[in-house]
């Protein structure tokens, strides 16, 4: 496995302890991170700010299953399935591709996330979008 799967596998398994400054050695200083469809976020600092908000919507379930992974390089692709807890205290899953770009001192540089907004505004409004999900 290479450097760079490494790296995304960790960032991805601590995205689960839900602790923004957990995150923060894996992220370089000018790192970029986008959510698509949302204005990027740049800099270290400010992304780890928006992720501990985004787990203070999210206090009771914050997970992240890679189903596949691939990397070229210093690029690392994921499809993933993010479970957050919906108001009814349901934990479905969301459908996400992900883009990594690695640094060589083995710090993410750029984080680009490709998921439904729909599907997931759906989701936290209760329906049931169980044959949506694979």
């Not at 923060?24 to 928006?50: C, F, H, K, W």
Request: with cysteine; charged share 25%; aromatic share 8%.
């Amino acid at each position: 496995m290479s450097k760079p799967v490494e790296v995304v596998r960790e960032f991805c398994a601590l995205m689960e302890r839900r602790d923004p400054d957990a995150l923060r050695a894996l992220l370089s200083d000018t790192a970029v991170y986008q959510n698509v469809g949302m204005p990027a976020i740049a800099g270290v600092e400010a992304i780890v700010e928006n992720l501990g908000a985004q787990f203070s919507m999210f206090p009771d379930a914050y997970a992240f299953e890679i189903v596949n992974i691939a990397d070229d390089g210093p690029v690392v692709l994921t499809e993933r399935l993010d479970y957050i807890q919906t108001p009814d205290g349901a934990r479905p899953a969301v459908p996400v591709m992900g883009t990594f770009v690695v640094g060589d001192d083995d710090k993410i540089t750029r984080w680009t996330d490709y998921f439904d907004l729909g599907l997931t505004v759906k989701l936290l409004q209760g329906e049931d979008i169980s044959s949506l999900v694979p």
